[in-house]
């Protein structure tokens, strides 16, 4: 046999020694004191639901002894436990409900009998528990024996009939917000007597609203919100854990759910919209404009894929494309959006709010979106003036012509008239001094 094999079985051993209580430490009765009866404690269930209250099984076996008889055959004797108490005590993660002591008349050797304690399971039990089993009991009528054991139980979380959910998912740092905490009775019976609270880590936040919640009932299949303020610091972890303990009384039975809600942790994108301003300034029906703003982010965290898209509104449409698309605007940046519009020609004169969408995705790669609206002053049209001014201005200009042309010839006749003057006296001229 191996030496590993060797420690093994002498680790078996010398555990099993630690585990044997002191059988004679709690004797009692009149000298000499026989030896007691030989007993074991044990439990069929090995396994407690957390949060969940339940029946534990406690058996007590009067094991007797074995004694050699004549013609080396074994005769199984022993001696009868009496008056027999059972006690199951409270533990760190574990309290008995209601009378932790339970009694058994007599217990003849080689027999097993049953008893029950209703135990119930904190919601934050480790993994194992021990609960200590204490019995009292006598034999021959005038001893007793009061002894301890130890049970040991694995805890698991089971299904039970509490849901807990909230909203939203995502938390936006530095700032105080609402969450709702919705809780939804999956059972056919009603829970009551319900008390909730709200806990975060103080690193990550405080609660701002009330803690605790009292008094409540939710009917069989039925749901309640309670609604909380947060506030999440700025340096808040990406994953902040809102932890949510709700007790209930469940037909009579107590029950615990501990259960932690973890939500997504975004600095704060802010977006603001100012300096509008309007080009032409005085739009008319049929005519194209343009709107330029200064859109800024007072936020705590970058804005990606910015864009601008212009909405279908009546009477006035996208000049082009609908949408602008800006890009990234960071934490206290600013970005100057300009976008054309038409409107229509049978467009009535007056005020109109044109809404604009301002699309982005926050750090953790969620679309967000907040409006640029703005109001925008349609003036009469100006068409039949205009028209009456083109024409008044065509009449101008042919009469400007006409007293052009009038003037060209009258330059021409004068230069002719001044020729024709100028050989006459010529003429006139050479005519005399022929004479001469």
Not at 271 to 300: A, C, D, E, H, Y
């Amino acid at each position: 046999m191996s030496r590993e094999v060797n420690g093994r079985i002498l680790f078996l051993l010398l555990f099993s020694v630690a585990a044997i209580p002191m059988v004679f430490a709690g004797l009692s009765g009149p000298t000499p004191i026989p030896n007691p009866p030989n007993f074991y404690i044990n439990s069929s269930v090995a396994v407690l639901c957390k949060g969940q209250a339940a029946e534990v099984p406690v058996t007590v076996t009067n094991a007797g002894t074995v004694v050699p008889s004549p013609g080396s055959l074994m005769n199984m004797t022993g001696i009868p436990m009496q008056d027999i108490a059972l006690s199951l005590s409270d533990s760190k993660y574990s309290s008995t409900l209601g009378n932790s002591t339970v009694y058994i008349d007599k217990l003849v050797p080689h027999s097993s009998q049953t008893v029950y304690f209703p135990v119930f399971v904190n919601a934050n039990a480790s993994l194992f528990i021990s609960s200590s089993v204490s019995i009292s009991y006598y034999y021959y009528g005038y001893y007793s024996d009061v002894e301890t054991r130890n049970l040991t139980f694995e805890t698991e979380s089971c299904p039970n009939a509490l849901s807990i959910n909230s909203m939203p998912a995502v938390l936006n740092a530095g700032y105080s917000q609402h969450v709702i905490i919705r809780l939804t009775n999956l059972a056919n019976y009603s829970l009551s007597s319900g008390s909730v609270s709200v806990s975060m880590p103080s690193s990550d936040g405080a609660i701002l609203g009330n803690k605790t919640f009292s008094d409540l009932l939710i009917a069989p299949h039925s749901s309640i919100s309670i609604n909380e303020t947060v506030f999440v610091s700025r340096n808040a972890s990406s994953i902040v854990p809102v932890n949510v303990s709700a007790e209930f009384s469940a037909q009579g039975t107590p029950m615990q759910v501990l259960q932690t809600l973890p939500m997504l942790s975004s600095s704060g994108i802010n977006m603001t919209s100012s300096s509008f301003t309007v080009s032409p300034t005085q739009p008319t029906p049929g005519s194209v404009f343009s709107v330029s703003f200064i859109l800024t982010n007072t936020g705590l965290a970058p804005a990606s894929a910015v864009t601008a898209v212009e909405l279908p509104l009546k009477g006035i449409s996208a000049f082009g494309q609908n949408s602008v698309f800006i890009g990234d605007i960071g934490a206290d940046s600013q970005t100057p959006v300009t976008m054309s519009f038409i409107a229509g020609n049978v467009l009535k004169p007056g005020k109109y709010q044109i809404p604009i969408m301002i699309k982005y995705l926050n750090p953790l790669r969620q679309q967000q979106v907040s409006w640029a609206n703005y109001t925008l002053e349609i003036n009469k049209s100006q068409n039949s003036s205009a028209f009456a001014g083109a024409s008044s201005f065509r009449a101008r200009g042919s009469s400007a012509a006409g007293a052009g042309a009038r003037i060209a010839i009258d330059a021409i006749l004068a230069i002719i008239a001044i020729a024709f003057a100028v050989l006459f006296f010529r003429e006139r001229k050479n005519n005399k001094g022929k004479q001469r």
